[in-house]
């Protein structure tokens, strides 16, 4: 039996728990680090740190990368459905919403293997800084195959919609100025593309491992990126997060937003604005 005073020690209770929580973590990164050390690193290139009681997993990581001035996160997904993330938020959304600067991974265990890396791209300037990630970060690495794909727009409304039915001679005509449209759209994207390929050679990177296609869109960008991501046994894919912040709200989602919600079985890397 307890006197009525033993029932609850608070000093003795805390003590528990925060020494089941330090166990738990130091069993954890315990084996992330053992893991690192069987493939080559040095020990004193690993860190391991605990925090205890955190109200916001999220944010907490976003500090601490602050704190070590980290360049790169990377973070696990649990395999919450696209509703949970939204109503809910899962850690790697929050860390995705949330951290501007920094490139984010999010990590699927069920990847397949392939060594296929997709960059999707939408401009010149996102094409340059996603080429420059990849020739840092991954091109290093042998045995990868990379394919940049960029989804044309569709046509803008000035080019098929006049509000009138138009006449034989304005058909003619309308259809001109949308191949002309097409024409200079793939011819700018032609550009930045072989700009890229250039990158990655200079790299070591052989030519037949890199591939360059311009696709015109289907049902949307983001929807038609989805189902290319899902048919083509890639294993990761890089793209730029800008959109997530500057274009569109959170709920309506930005292309980056929706492959992040939607893409499985890919390691999906938001290359920030800083990279």
């Given at each position: 039996?307890?006197?009525?005073?033993?029932?609850?020690?608070?000093?003795?209770?805390?003590?528990?728990?925060?020494?089941?929580?330090?166990k738990i973590c130091q069993s954890i990164t315990g084996r992330c680090r053992d893991a690192l050390l069987e493939m080559g690193f040095d020990s004193d290139r690993i860190e391991t740190l605990c925090r205890l009681d955190s109200l916001d997993p999220g944010q907490e990581i976003i500090k601490v990368a602050g704190e070590k001035k980290i360049s790169c996160i990377a973070v696990g997904r649990r395999g919450l459905s696209p509703a949970e993330n939204i109503l809910i938020g899962s850690v790697?959304?929050?860390?995705?919403?949330?951290?501007?600067?920094?490139?984010?991974?999010?990590?699927d265990p069920d990847?397949?293997?392939?060594?296929?890396?997709?960059i999707a791209v939408e401009s010149h300037p996102e094409c340059r800084a996603l080429t420059y990630y990849v020739h840092e970060w991954i091109g290093p690495t042998p045995g990868k195959q990379y394919t940049f794909l960029h989804i044309l727009p569709p046509v803008p409304p000035t080019?098929?919609?006049?509000?009138?039915?138009?006449?034989?001679?304005?058909?003619?005509?309308?259809?001109?100025?949308?191949?002309?449209?097409?024409?200079?759209?793939?011819?700018?994207?032609?550009?930045?593309?072989?700009?890229?390929r250039e990158v990655l050679l200079s790299q070591g990177i052989p030519n037949e491992a890199i591939q360059c296609r311009i696709v015109p869109v289907h049902k949307g960008v983001a929807r038609d990126l989805l189902a290319h991501i899902e048919s083509g046994q890639y294993e990761a894919v890089v793209m730029g997060k800008r959109s997530l912040r500057e274009k569109k709200p959170f709920l309506v989602g930005s292309h980056a937003n929706k492959v992040l919600q939607h893409a499985r079985k890919v390691h999906l890397c938001l290359v920030g604005r800083a990279c």
């Open positions: 039996m307890l006197y009525p005073g033993e029932l609850w020690d608070a000093d003795t209770s805390l003590r528990v728990a925060k020494s089941t929580q330090e790697s959304t929050r860390v995705v919403q949330y951290e501007e600067y920094r490139t984010v991974w999010i990590m990847a397949p293997p392939t060594g296929n890396v997709l080019l098929w919609d006049d509000g009138h039915i138009l006449d034989e001679q304005e058909r003619v005509a309308r259809h001109s100025w949308k191949r002309h449209w097409e024409e200079e759209k793939r011819r700018q994207v032609d550009q930045f593309m072989d700009e890229a």
